[in-house]
């Protein structure tokens, strides 16, 4: 497949993100937008990564070019993971005390 | 002779400091004596330097090079010769009589004001003599800004009043317009020459370096000066006004310093201004028309000074006509005996004025004959020689002024005859409505009516002898006189004038003149020997009062519209643009910043709403290329 082809899906998969962060007010839907794009690019790096090994393959029958970024993402994936977690935590807190998770409440840090 | 010729400038400059330094700490009687005697000096040091220079001919002095640069060296010379010696002569000797005469003149004026007038007046027989021993323009041209310094500072002597002050300032910016002509020749000179100093500039290998446009711009220029310091058309008018001054002021204005300076400085550089025709016709134009204008005001004004102040205009207009029908050592003889009997008619205008308690008005005069004998016998003399009867001094310098003027154009001696009648006129018109008839000031007056004390009339007298005999320096030739004065400058003048006219004519053009000024002499005696002029009632007579309406002219025309200028200036430039600009960048920070802080509102989503405009717009900016575009492009295709 033609790396357009990805470049397309993460292009439109960011820009989902993007808009889901700007227009929704609920704190759990702007956190899977978030975690959307971060996978979108995510996803990108691994489409790069292929392309690039499949590149180096035709001058190389036996080369790891691109495998790195293939590993990296896993590291990645942890990392978000464990952001998500924290992420929830404090949407939990904040639900806690407001009693709401609508972000346009979030707006005591004002003054 | 180098400390000599020093002596005779620094004296003055001695006096100067002395009584401007001193003047709370000397008693009055010292300040006269010394500032006085500074001026004798002065004129002793003047005299022996003459007789050196007839003995040995033109002394040259270097003291030090004032300026100093690759290409141009300006030194500090001073150079005496036939014509500066002479104008030492009367300018110290004349100086020192009106210092002298100043000193009883004054006497109401308290000590530190009195050496304050003392302080000025020797400054200004400094700056006049530094301007007449420079021997390059540019010390002509300090010893020119000295004397309009000093005419400025004297006008405005008394300097609680208003008018006064305005007087003097008219006078200084007046002139400061004419030295704009004569530093932009200063410019231009060393431009195209590389040196100012008369014996390289006045030369033929000089002149040959100048084209003839070159010629008439620089002598334009420096008769724009001229125009400006000796009072003549448009740029005359200050020297009425400035008669603001203690009446011994105007004497040293009109006599000695001052308004001789252009006169000196054109008989100077009469080597230039005789290269150029153009030149020399505006000269003679406009001295007969600054003659003629200037005698058709004095013959109505009323006060005393005023009609001297014109008749001083009026003569220099004579002198410049004899500058431009290249008589320049007519000129410079009529200069000489303008300065005697013009300084000797002020003096007896200030000793009439004493007299009558600070009245100018000669309508209310009259009858004065009896009671101021000195001043009156010394006054007729000065009437008559201004008037050109012979054998008095004005008849010869006037006469040969306008035998030259004959000589060049038929015009200007018509011109120049009507102009001598009226001289004769309304000197004597003066002379007969303060001198001759009734009194008619108040009782008060009469009763303090007396004769001057010695001091000021000595001066008179002596003058009235310079006066009477003065022309036998430049007796010409058909009376059997081998006229001096023209074999003197016959150095300086390049092109010596020859008179080619007949004696007989010479003789006849002398008759008629003589004639003419006898006539209108005659018919100003017997009209106010008895009456005064009432206030004019003819369209022209009115005219004439008020001075050709020059001054109103002058508000109209210059003043007014400058003002206009000025004030827009101020209102407009000065408060909306300037002031409208700075005040609107502030009220514009401060706009742009209220509306822009509500952005800042405190939501996170409008944040990251301009966050990511922000990268946007970031990203544009990056690739604000072509490559951005090909990118997309790729990517479609």
Known sequence: MPIEYYIFLCLTLFSIGVIGVLTRRNAIIVFMCIELMLNAVNMLLVAFSKMNYATAQTITPNTTAGIDAQIFVFFIMVVAAAEVSIGLAIIVMIYRNTHSIDINFLNRLKN | ?637
């Open chain 2, 1 to 637: 002779m180098k400390i000599l010729v020093a002596f005779i400038i620094l004296w003055p400059l001695a006096g100067f400091l002395f009584n401007g330094l001193g003047r709370n700490y000397w008693s009055k009687k010292v300040i006269a004596y010394k500032a006085t005697g500074y001026i004798v000096a002065s004129f002793i040091a003047s005299i022996f330097v003459f007789l050196h220079v007839q003995d040995h001919g033109a002394v040259m002095v270097h003291y030090f090079d004032f300026i100093h640069t690759n290409t141009l060296t300006i030194p500090f010379d001073f150079k005496v010769d036939a014509l500066s010696s002479l104008f030492l002569l009367v300018i110290t000797g004349v100086g020192s009589l009106i210092h002298l005469y100043s000193t009883a003149y004054m006497q109401e004026e308290s000590a530190p004001h009195y050496a304050r007038y003392f302080a000025y007046l020797n400054l200004f027989i400094f700056s006049m003599l530094l301007l007449v021993l420079g021997d390059n323009y540019i010390i002509m041209f300090m010893g020119w800004e000295g004397v309009g310094l000093c005419s400025y500072l004297l006008i405005g002597y008394w300097f609680s009043n208003g008018n006064y002050n305005y007087a003097a300032k008219k006078a200084f910016i007046m002139n400061r317009i004419g030295d704009l002509g004569f530093l932009l020749a200063i410019f231009w000179l060393i431009a195209k020459l590389g040196t100012v100093s008369y014996s390289e500039v006045l030369t033929a290998e000089s002149l040959a370096k100048l084209s003839s446009a070159d010629i008439t711009g620089i002598t334009l220029l420096l008769f724009v000066g001229a125009m400006g310091k000796s009072a003549q058309i448009p740029l005359f008018t200050w020297l009425p006004d400035a008669m603001a001054g203690p009446t011994p002021v105007s004497a040293l204005i009109h006599a000695a310093t001052m308004v001789t300076a252009g006169i000196y400085m054109i008989t100077r550089s009469n080597i230039l201004f005789s290269h150029s025709e153009i030149t020399q016709n505006i000269v003679a134009i406009i001295g007969i028309s600054t003659a003629l204008l200037a005698a058709t005001i004095a013959i109505k004004q009323n006060d005393i000074k005023k009609v001297l102040a014109y008749s001083t205009v009026s003569q220099l207009g004579y002198m410049f006509l004899g500058l431009g029908v290249g008589a320049y050592s007519g000129a410079v003889f009529h200069v000489i005996t303008h300065a005697f009997f013009k300084a000797l008619l002020f003096l007896g205008a200030g000793s009439v004025i004493h007299a009558m308690h600070h009245e100018q008005d000669i309508r209310k005069m009259g009858g004065l004959k009896s009671k101021l004998p000195i001043t009156h016998i010394t006054f007729l003399i000065g009437c008559i020689a201004i008037a050109g009867v012979p054998p008095f001094s004005g008849f010869f310098s006037k006469d040969e002024i306008l035998a030259a003027a004959f000589e060049k154009n038929k015009i200007y001696w018509v011109l120049g005859l009507v102009g001598a009648a009226m001289t004769a006129f309304y000197m004597f018109r003066l002379y007969a409505t303060t001198f001759l008839g009734k009194f008619r000031g108040s009782n008060e007056q009469e009763a303090h009516l007396h004769e001057s004390p010695l001091a000021m009339t000595l001066p008179l007298i002596v003058l009235a002898i310079l006066s009477a005999v003065g022309g036998a320096i430049g007796i010409p030739h058909i009376m059997g006189g081998h006229h001096w004065l023209t074999g003197q400058l016959s150095s300086i003048v390049s092109t010596p004038q020859e008179t080619h006219l007949a004696v007989s004519t010479e003789w006849i053009l002398m008759g008629v003149s003589v004639a003419i000024a006898a006539i209108a002499l005659l018919i100003a005696l017997s009209r106010y020997s008895k009456q005064t002029d009432e206030e004019p009632s003819s369209a022209i007579g009115k005219f004439f009062y008020h001075k050709w309406y020059i001054d109103e002219l002058y508000q109209k025309a210059i003043i007014e519209p400058l003002n206009k200028f000025a004030l827009f200036l101020k209102e407009f430039i000065e408060k909306k643009v300037i002031d409208g600009a700075v005040n609107g960048t502030g009220k514009l920070v401060q706009f742009s910043a209220r509306k822009v802080r509500l952005i800042q509102n405190g939501q996170a989503g409008y944040y990251i709403l301009f966050m990511v405009l922000g990268i946007i717009t970031l990203f544009l900016f990056w690739f604000n290329d072509i490559s951005i575009l090909r990118f997309i492009y790729t990517l479609t295709h």
